[in-house]
Every structure is written in structure tokens, then in C-alpha cells.
């Protein structure tokens, strides 16, 4: 458990500090479509802190995967739900979603989509790379036994 903890710490180190340009990309971003024209003081500092949280988290969590006791969906899941909970949290925190049925459903639902997306595009390509791999270990198999 102490490996995960330094592990956690160090990845979620290295993610934090992406997390205010994140940030400007998202303010940047409701300028232009929410015509968002100014933040109070209060909402930049909340913005920054929280979003440098979840950056640190989301880098964090992938020290899951480096628990080898822990089977491989339990990690998934575990991973998922924390980082669901973590963007719920700072989007409502933020004032970005707004706190209701609906706008939460809407919320999970990207979320579970964006999330199987992105395992599906990770376990073809490792699928893909898993394939090339075996591949040159017979053919160099293959070569020795010649």
C-alpha cells in the first residue's frame, strides 16, 4: 500500500500541474460560446484550486493499475467511479453543470460514453501492439530453432 500511496502522490505531481492551463482552455472556451465576459476573483481562485485537485487525482488514480492483487475490472471501476465523482465534483463546484436530475444525467451519460471510449480505444491498441509483439517473438523463435 505504501508503493501506491508514492506512486499516487508522484503521478497525481506530475498531472497537477496541467490543470490551470485546462482551466484557461475551459475559460477560454465559455468566452467564446457562453459569452462569458468577466470572473470574480473568487471563481478564478476557485477554478484554479479545484481544477489543479482534479488533475492531481485523475494522474493519481492511474497508480491503481500498479496493484498487482487487484484484478483488472475491479481497478477500471475503481478508477471510473473516483474520477466520476472528482469531474462531478469540481463541475458543480465550479458552476459549470448545474445541480439537478437532469443536467446530472446528462453528465453521467457523456461521462460513461467518454470513459468506455477511451478503454475501448486503450485495449485495441494494446490489442494491436500485444499481436506485433507475439509476432516477432515467433519469428525469432522460429530463427533460434533454425
Excluded: D
Amino acid at each position: 500500500m505504501k508503493k501506491f500511496f508514492s506512486e499516487f502522490l508522484r503521478r497525481g505531481l506530475m498531472a497537477c500541474g496541467f490543470g490551470p492551463v485546462v482551466l484557461a482552455i475551459v475559460y477560454m472556451i465559455l468566452h467564446y460560446t457562453a459569452n462569458v465576459q468577466t470572473l470574480t476573483v473568487g471563481q478564478v481562485c476557485v477554478g484554479i484550486f479545484s481544477i489543479t485537485l482534479l488533475a492531481f487525482i485523475a494522474g493519481g488514480m492511474n497508480a491503481v493499475y500498479q496493484i498487482e492483487r487487484l484484478p483488472l475490472m475491479i481497478a477500471i471501476l475503481t478508477h471510473g467511479v473516483i474520477l466520476y465523482i472528482s469531474y462531478l465534483f469540481t463541475y458543480i463546484l465550479n458552476s459549470w453543470l448545474e445541480w439537478g436530475l437532469a443536467p446530472i444525467l446528462a453528465f453521467t451519460g457523456i461521462f460513461i460514453v467518454a470513459y468506455l471510449v477511451i478503454w475501448v480505444i486503450i485495449y485495441s491498441v494494446t490489442r494491436k501492439s500485444t499481436k506485433h509483439i507475439n509476432i516477432k517473438l515467433k519469428e525469432k523463435q522460429q530463427a533460434n530453432n533454425v
